[in-house]
């Protein structure tokens, strides 16, 4: 049994990592401040997984006193806390850098000095900004063009600055649109599938904003999982940055119909201004997660929406 700390373990993705790691036997500690995340899907996890609620400990990972108290003890550090969204970011950039920048130095701090095994960073396919070459190549030149694109790309740097200076084993994992029961669609600043979804439930017109002709690829949260838990583990792979995603590119207009038509309405969407820091395309080359990790995506983009219509609305 190994000992895990999932920052951000009370959100979406860190509770599905949670999930997993009790499923698995594994110690899981949490530490979450509870600004988007909650205890309620920490409770889920651990009813899915058959287990008692995990350790928690509430506080914010860029408070280093808190991060070193998360840290003692750890051998394995799933850094997920953040405070995601591009256009939260353009919002209020103070607020996502103390989390996304000031958070991640926090705990690499921690781990360093707590002697963790590893720290795997939750990265973002923002990173990539509006480079024309698709799929995206994790050799390719970043061009944030958001803050927190930004500051997602300083967290890989200083994760590979870590790793240079100090010997800390780290990996970034660069995540490609997450999807999946939990997220929470309680804000204009929530994931897109979330929002769409809540929208056709209530017969109610989604906002696109732009064409709709803008792609993402979708990436149903258990194959996110999946990625991480194999760069926690796996030997030889420190310092490297590797994308874990469907490798599939789906467009705003198809996904809404996709949705309109797993629930039955036919709502017409609402088109508004495009959105600032937006990027066009997006979709990933996942050879380098296969060839380093052994990574395959285990649950399609179809099959993931599906399930996650059927969590949010119980009707499919
Ligand atoms: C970015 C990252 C993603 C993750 C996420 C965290 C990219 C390609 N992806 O997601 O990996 O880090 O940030 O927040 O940068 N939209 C609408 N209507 C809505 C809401 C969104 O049309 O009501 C559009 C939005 O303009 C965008 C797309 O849907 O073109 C996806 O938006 P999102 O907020 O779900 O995720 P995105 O791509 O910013």
Redesign the pocket.
């Known amino acids: 049994m190994a000992r895990y700390l999932v920052t951000g373990g009370a959100g979406f993705i860190g509770s599905h990592l949670v999930e997993e790691l009790l499923r698995r036997g594994e110690s899981v500690r949490v530490l979450d401040d509870l600004s988007t995340g909650k205890v309620a899907n920490l409770e889920a996890a651990a009813a899915a997984a058959g287990t008692a609620v995990p350790e928690f400990l509430q506080g914010d990972v860029a408070d280093l006193a808190m991060a070193r108290r998360a840290a003692e003890g750890i051998d394995y550090v799933l850094h997920q806390a953040a405070i ?4 939260r970011s353009v919002a209020d950039p103070v607020r996502s850098n103390h989390a996304n920048i000031d958070g991640t130095l926090a705990m690499l701090v921690a781990a360093r000095d707590a002697g963790v095994k590893r720290l795997v960073f939750a990265g ?3 990173v990539y900004g509006d480079a024309l070459e698709l799929p995206k190549r994790e050799d390719m030149p970043c061009k944030p063009l958001s803050p ?2 930004l500051q ?1 790309h300083v967290g890989e740097q200083y994760l590979q600055m870590f790793t240079a200076l100090y010997g800390l084993e780290t990996v970034t994992i660069r ?4 999807f999946g029961p939990r997220q929470d669609p309680g804000s ?6 979330s ?2 979804v809540k929208a056709a439930n209530e017969g109610r017109a ?5 064409d ?1 002709g ?1 792609t ?1 690829d979708f990436t149903y949260v258990a194959n996110t999982v999946d990625g991480v838990l194999r760069a926690a583990t796996t030997p030889g792979i420190a310092g490297q940055v590797i994308n874990v995603a469907t490798n599939g590119r789906v467009s ?1 207009n198809d996904l809404w119909a996709q949705v309109r038509g797993l629930l039955g309405v036919t709502t017409a969407p609402v088109y508004g201004e ?2 600032a820091g ?2 066009r395309d ?1 979709q990933a080359d996942i050879r380098k997660a296969a060839a380093l990790l052994g990574y395959q995506p285990i649950v399609s983009f179809e099959e993931g929406l599906r399930r996650t219509v059927a969590w949010a609305t119980g009707r499919i």
């Open positions: 995601p969204s591009v256009p973002s396919s923002s927190y694109a997602k995540y490609f649109n997450v204009p600043y929530s994931g897109v599938i929002l769409f989604p906002t696109i904003y732009g709709g803008q993402r705003l495009p959105r937006d990027i997006s």
